[in-house]
């Protein structure tokens, strides 16, 4: 069930709705609350404009779920190698073992 969200970034109040779970919801807010802060220091505060802040850690943002993403992707076709070469190491034992005589 889809419920509202509101939080203050920026002394800007937002609100969405969402069917995510709380705890997520949570890391998502403090991530961006996170990221927002580093972008805007606080001897640069009301220097930078909020939608350079917001551009700064959404920039970020993408970029560590592009390195994620790929992280993930090498991991993936890794596994997928070891797979491979396991179920090849598994055939061959299996067609060197011959049937019990008398059966």
Not at 19 to 33: C, H, L, N, R, Y
Not at 90 to 95: F, H, K, P
Request: proline share 4%; charged share 30%; glycine share 6%.
């Amino acid at each position: 069930m889809e419920r509202l969200v509101r939080f203050e970034l920026i002394g800007h109040e937002f609100a969405f709705y969402t069917g995510a779970p709380e705890e997520e919801v949570d890391e998502i807010i403090k991530m961006v609350t996170d990221f927002v802060r580093e972008n805007s220091s606080s001897t640069a505060v009301g220097s930078i404009p909020v939608g350079k802040v917001a551009v700064l850690a959404s920039l970020n943002i993408a970029s560590q779920y592009v390195e994620l993403k790929r992280d993930f992707n090498a991991y993936k076709q890794e596994t997928e190698r070891r797979l491979a070469r396991l179920g090849k190491q598994i055939d061959e034992q299996l067609a060197g073992e011959k049937p019990p005589v008398g059966r």
